[in-house]
């Protein structure tokens, strides 16, 4: 059974960091693309930021470009997210996601989330 448990969540000031962890168990780790998205109430959920298989390859989302950073250790089944200078903006539920394609399959799983708050 595949489980992404995330942490790391919490309470912040604007201009603060947070580091935010997701522990993935009953995969392949280093076969998957690892991802967080959010999601703020009354909003879509949305991609922050994602990184590959072997860590070479990251992407974020624009509005996060340069203030988060995403890695991964594969002996520890682990991704991380490294927020800083967070806004008030940037208060949502973040969730992990793991992701891999097998032939014309794909596997896409999910964490559960964890909440960020960021007050003025």
């Known amino acids: 059974q595949v489980q992404l448990v995330e942490s790391g969540g919490g309470l912040v000031q604007a201009g603060g960091s947070l580091r935010l962890s997701c522990a993935a168990s009953?995969?392949?780790?280093?076969?998957?693309?690892m991802g967080w998205f959010r999601q703020a109430p009354g909003k879509e959920r949305e991609f922050v930021a994602a990184?590959?298989?072997?860590?070479?390859?990251?992407y974020y989302a624009d509005s996060v470009k340069g203030r988060f950073t995403i890695s991964r250790d594969n002996a520890k089944n682990t991704v991380y997210l490294q927020m800083n200078s967070l806004k008030p903006e940037d208060t949502a539920v973040y969730s992990c996601?793991?992701?891999?394609?097998?032939?014309?399959?794909?596997?896409?799983?999910w964490g559960q989330g964890t909440q960020i708050t960021v007050s003025t």
């Open positions: 009953g995969l392949t780790f280093s076969n998957y693309g």
């Open positions: 996601n793991a992701v891999v394609a097998e032939g014309i399959l794909t596997y896409n799983y």
């Open positions: 990184i590959g298989w072997t860590g070479d390859s990251t």
